[in-house]
């Protein structure tokens, strides 16, 4: 059995598949090759099946989404590492080889990030992941590399391997053992920001997420959800604060989860002003949605809750005050 999986989560992506599909074949021989499908009604499954025989499919029942979805299929999966890849993600030319030697030097290391660069334009790194994430003491995500919009090119600035705080879902490295101690995803996330909660609880039990350079990607990003679908933004709000519920040490829970709602609320104004109405609504149902899991996420909660952040501090402040818009700046 060859020691890492590459499961690429399908949902209604054929013409994706057709794409992107090919470099993943090319350049990972060390690799067993999945397609998780969420019920797909196009015609992806017979693309597979016609084209690529030797990729192994797994057929959920139905549509449950990335942390479902893969929670579903990974139970079917035994290789020692997972490799959870997006369907409009490229891949390069030993991209695996450097992932796997981190994962033997380091035991210590549980998930692992490679370089994300924008497919549309390789000379930057791209939104969902960059060269690693952070986050802030309120709960906003931010990455080497991307700061909220603003996204940074890549000239080497970045080319040091580093423990980070989460690793991207477009193309997230995590040892099997590791998945399986944490019970994988949380269901109750649907999609958006899972991958931070996992890292999150991961990094509560003492393993650690690395940066690995030397192994470059290229992703489409929004394929699937682009930036301007209300249900995106409902989706995030929601989840950032399902992570901060879950996770955040006890004496911090109630101050910052309470800063975090007022500032969405701030952000809800905004989208107003914009005349992004369907914007402003998604955020106050994010907040009702959240209202009404609370006791469920509190159970959720873990014994081990770490009190140390990246960035003690507000990365909204940082880059919309003090306009710090790059992250070797901050």
């Known amino acids: 059995m060859k020691k890492i999986a590459v499961v690429i989560l399908n ?6 598949l057709e794409q992107f599909l090919p470099s993943v074949i090319n350049f ?22 016609d084209n690529y025989p030797t990729v192994s499919i797994i057929q959920n029942k139905d549509n449950f989404g990335f942390a479902k979805g893969y929670n579903i299929a ?10 959870l890849l997006n369907s409009d993600v490229e891949v390069t ?22 370089k994300i660069l924008d497919y549309k334009d390789k000379t930057k790194f791209e939104y969902a992941g960059a060269a690693g994430g952070f986050i802030d003491k309120y709960g906003y995500p931010f990455c080497r590399g991307r ?5 940074e090119e890549d000239s080497g600035q970045y080319d040091d391997e580093k423990e980070i705080f989460w690793a991207s879902g477009a193309c997230f490295f995590i040892r ?3 998945y399986r ?34 192994s470059t990607v290229y992703h489409v990003g929004g394929a699937t959800l682009n930036e301007g679908n209300p ?45 992004k109405f369907k914007h402003f609504v998604a955020i106050l149902k994010a907040h009702f949605s959240f209202y009404s899991f609370i006791n469920k996420m509190l159970k959720k909660r873990s014994a081990n809750q770490s009190p140390n952040y990246f960035y003690n501090n507000s990365i909204v402040y940082s880059y919309f005050v003090k306009k710090l818009n790059r992250f070797v700046n901050i």
């Open 176 to 178: 099997k053992e590791v």
């Open 93 to 114: 030319q030993n991209w695996l080889t450097p992932i796997l030697s981190a994962f033997e030097n380091d035991s210590k290391i549980g998930i692992i990030q490679p």
């Open 74 to 83: 990974l139970e079917h999966i035994e290789e020692e590492i997972y490799c």
């Open 231 to 275: 249900k995106k933004t409902f989706l995030n709000f929601r989840n950032s604060l399902f992570m901060l519920l879950k996770n955040l040490p006890e004496n911090k829970l109630v101050p910052i989860i309470f800063t975090r709602l007022v500032l969405d609320g701030i952000a809800g104004i905004q989208f107003l002003l914009k005349g």
């Open 28 to 49: 990972s021989d060390e690799a067993t090759i999945y397609i998780a499908d969420n019920a797909s009604t196009d015609n992806s499954i017979q693309f597979i099946k």
């Open 11 to 16: 949902w209604n992506g054929a013409k994706l």
């Open 147 to 151: 700061i909220f919009e603003n996204i």
């Open 181 to 214: 101690k944490l019970n994988g995803f949380d269901d109750d996330f649907f999609a958006h920001q899972e991958e931070i909660d996992l890292c999150w609880r991961a990094f509560n039990l003492g393993y650690k997420a690395k940066y690995i350079p030397n």
